[in-house]
């Protein structure tokens, strides 16, 4: 007899926090190991944002906030979304603040999925969006987004996967782990198709917004049609953006009765997010947005450098991203590997690593590029060194 419930137990816990923990471990025990796991900047909180924190609980912004977040904050990301993607959305009923975008993800699938309901879920995906799906009842339905397409799924491949049952499609550009960005084109060419069957909520998971690079443009999901804006749950967040990956600050903006129904489902979950964390996610999104550039330009070179030292393997097959911070690698020979998994494969080579099969994608690993050039040029020598075998 398991302690776990059926839908608990039908999940695995999170491939990629479980990576990253195993090459801590081995770390810890004295291995020798570049670890390029983590998705989490490497850029520390802005300053003032901790200021503005320190000032709140002093102040007394140390008690229960709405559920739904303080005024200030669900102003201010009211002003973001008018301002960044032309999303009117009215901050007493329109925005709901949570413990990360992770929950706001969570509460949004839990609120509305019945068992037996299908979910639309974009190969590569991020790893909790079919196990979120799975813990609500409902059963993931895959498309493979193809590198021919941008890795953004064609009108004939979302027309393909919905059925009578479907109830979300989950989108997220900038995309974790492959970096591609949908443009204006291809998310129209989705609007179309979704056009005829208006009972299909989506969930545009635009966390890594402000992280792109080559000048590539960005659009809302939920401003690409009026009739979108109405279905569309726009989900973003200061962790990714800011460095605030700690301080648990997601936040998302949708139709009236969805917020609703995401608020009273919180209601009971967290009764909100903390409070002094709310104060510094508004300070944040009040910050000069010349910070986010800067810190997308030293991505950017970054990304430079890994793409260009790992085309050097006829091994492998790179795939620049557009954005995000992760580089996404096909392992084209994959003899190489004599039949293991390839983050096991190359932590005998002394990096660490996320497989594809986390996100979907078997044959791929994932680096991310939220590390230091000093680890990003050792951890391709050593990809490079394991691979020239
Ligand atoms: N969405 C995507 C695509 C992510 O990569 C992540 C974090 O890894 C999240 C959502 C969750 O972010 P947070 O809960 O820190 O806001």
Redesign the pocket.
């Known amino acids: 007899h398991t302690i776990q419930s059926h839908l608990l137990a039908g999940v695995p816990a999170s491939q ?1 926090i479980a990576a990253a923990q195993r090459a801590r471990d081995l770390k810890a025990a004295g291995r020798d190991i570049v670890a390029v796991t983590v ?2 900047p490497d850029f520390a909180t802005p300053p003032e944002v901790i200021e503005a924190a320190f000032s709140a609980a002093r102040e007394g912004q140390t008690k229960y906030t709405p559920v739904s977040g303080t005024t200030g904050l669900r102003q201010a990301i009211a002003r973001k979304f008018q301002q960044e993607n032309a999303l009117a959305y009215d901050p007493s009923t329109e925005i709901l603040v949570g ?7 969570y509460d949004a699938l839990i609120a509305t999925l019945n068992p037996g309901d299908e979910v639309i879920i974009v190969a590569p995906y ?3 969006y079919p196990s979120i799906a799975r813990m609500a009842g409902a059963t993931p339905v895959f498309i493979e987004a193809s590198p021919e397409h941008g890795l953004v799924p064609t009108a004939a491949q979302l027309e393909a996967a919905i059925t009578p049952r479907t109830r979300w499609l989950m989108l ?1 550009y900038p ?2 782990p492959s970096g591609a960005i949908a443009s204006r084109e291809q998310y129209a060419a989705l609007a179309k198709v979704l056009e005829r069957y208006p009972d299909i909520l989506v969930m545009s ?1 635009e ?2 917004e402000h992280i792109r690079f080559d000048g590539s443009a960005f659009i809302s999901f939920g401003a690409i049609t009026p009739e979108m804006r109405e279905r569309t749950l726009v ?1 973003n ?4 953006a800011f460095g ?2 700690g301080w ?3 936040y998302a903006g949708g139709p009236r009765a969805l917020i609703a129904a995401m608020t009273k489902l919180q209601s009971h979950v967290t009764g909100g997010a903390s409070a002094v964390s709310q104060a510094a996610a508004q300070a944040a999104l009040q910050m000069d947005p010349a910070l986010l550039a800067q810190r997308a330009a030293t991505y950017e070179q970054r990304r430079d450098l890994v793409c260009g030292l790992l085309a050097a393997s006829p091994a492998l097959d790179v795939v620049r991203p557009s954005g ?1 911070f992760y580089v996404f690698v096909r392992v084209r020979d994959t003899e190489v590997l004599g039949g293991r998994p390839v983050d096991d494969f190359l932590l005998d080579h002394g990096v660490a690593v996320i497989a594809g099969e986390a996100f979907g994608s078997p044959g791929w690993f994932r680096i991310s590029i939220a590390t230091h050039d000093a680890d990003l040029q050792a951890a391709c020598t050593r990809i490079l060194s394991a691979f020239s075998r």
């Open positions: 990629s998705g989490e413990t990360g975008a992770k929950q706001v993800i991020w790893v909790s997220n995309n974790n998971d966390i890594y989900v967040g200061v962790s990714k605030m990956t648990r600050i997601g995000a």
